[in-house]
T-cell receptor, first 116, second 114 residues
């Protein structure tokens, strides 16, 4: 049973380019969460999605950032016109349907974005 | 919103000793807490969790203590091993949020000396 799969693991972009990060949740999980982690810091919530719906995007910058979780395929975190401050590790997590009694989120290995 | 933070950024212990990592939270509406371990270059791994109606929970070599009066959480690791070296995060879930969104603390780096 594969865990949360993220790709690419490492991505290098020049300022002004676009970055697309993909996340396939664990099998049977319909909730996806994106978190950002700067070096030597904790994880900061960005967005919570269910299939075809954005449930909470309160942690995501209003401009340049967008996320989707289509009916088919992985969840995508898209960053347009990247700037150096976007350099970070982006983690995706998933959880099963409903408010799990345990509440545990299962994390992927992250995508590390470097903006030159 | 909730804020979860840690007291100590770095903890250095001798192999075989016990480790205690502390965490403070500010939102009394939090109903669930988790400790995660993150090794270099990897994603967070679940260690142990505790619901707000409990004050202690034990796992294999790990114990989590919750003091709701002072909004404090701690992770105790018994007989610390070199493989325990990592950054440890506490995270809390707000009771009334829409899903299982967690708010993370800043992390404590545990260094185990052989």
């Amino acid at each position: 049973n594969a865990g949360v799969m993220q790709n690419p693991r490492h991505l290098v972009r020049r300022r002004g380019q676009e970055a697309r990060l993909r996340c396939s949740p664990m099998k049977g999980h319909s909730h996806v969460y994106w978190y950002r982690q700067l070096p030597e810091e904790g994880l900061k919530f960005m967005v919570y999605l269910q299939k075809e719906n954005i449930i909470d995007e309160s942690g995501m910058p209003k401009e340049r950032f967008s996320a989707e979780f289509p009916k088919e395929g992985p969840s995508i975190l898209r960053i347009q016109q990247v700037v150096r401050g976007d350099s970070a590790a982006y983690f995706c997590a998933s959880s099963p349907p409903g408010l799990a009694l345990a509440g545990e989120l299962f994390f992927g290995e992250g995508s590390r974005l470097t903006v030159l | 919103g909730e804020s979860v933070g840690l007291h100590l950024p770095t903890l250095s212990v001798q192999e075989g000793d016990n480790s205690i990592i502390n965490c403070a939270y500010s939102n009394s509406a939090s109903d669930y807490f988790i400790w995660y371990k993150q090794e270099s270059g990897k994603g967070p791994q679940f260690i142990i969790d505790i619901r707000s109606n409990m004050d202690k929970r034990q796992g294999q070599r790990v114990t989590v203590l919750l003091n709701k009066t002072v909004k404090h959480l701690s992770l105790q690791i018994a007989a610390t091993q070199p493989g325990d070296s990592a950054v440890y995060f506490c995270a809390g879930r707000e009771k009334y949020n829409a899903g299982n969104m967690l708010t993370f603390g800043g992390g404590t780096r545990l260094m185990v000396k052989p």
